[in-house]
Nanobody, 114 residues
Framework: VQLQASGGGLVQPGGSLKLSCAVSGTSLSRNAVDWYRQAPGKQPELVAFITSGGRTEYVESAKGRFTISRDNTKNTVYLQMRRLKPEDTGVYYC?????????WGQGTQVTVSS
């Protein structure tokens, strides 16, 4: 199983970014996928997840601004981030657990700064 995260970058406050997590080696129809964020000097924080059944949940700070979705035909999960704030800055990782084994993408840097 491999996860390939992409889409990060530098954006001004109030801007948008869309992250992608391409999954190979397993099907999204059988796995929930999470997005975590690690800010500098802090522990990783769960930002959002989507279950195999399509249920979504978000950390309070992301509600109303972030949308997690998936395309099963592309086996890819997305995180659309809008109205970005400086506190959204960090490395974003996608993650899933398959057969009791955790897998992580390599991380994509998001920097929100003017």
């Amino acid at each position: 199983v491999q996860l390939q995260a992409s889409g990060g970058g530098l954006v001004q406050p109030g801007g948008s970014l869309k992250l992608s997590c391409a999954v190979s080696g397993t099907s999204l129809s059988r796995n929930a996928v999470d997005w975590y964020r690690q800010a500098p000097g802090k522990q990783p924080e769960l930002v959002a997840f989507i279950t195999s059944g399509g249920r979504t949940e978000y950390v309070e700070s992301a509600k109303g601004r972030f949308t997690i979705s998936r395309d099963n035909t592309k086996n890819t999960v997305y995180l659309q981030m809008r109205r970005l704030k400086p506190e959204d800055t960090g490395v974003y990782y996608c993650h899933l657990v398959n057969n009791a084994t955790p897998y992580w993408g390599q991380g994509t840097q998001v920097t929100v700064s003017s």
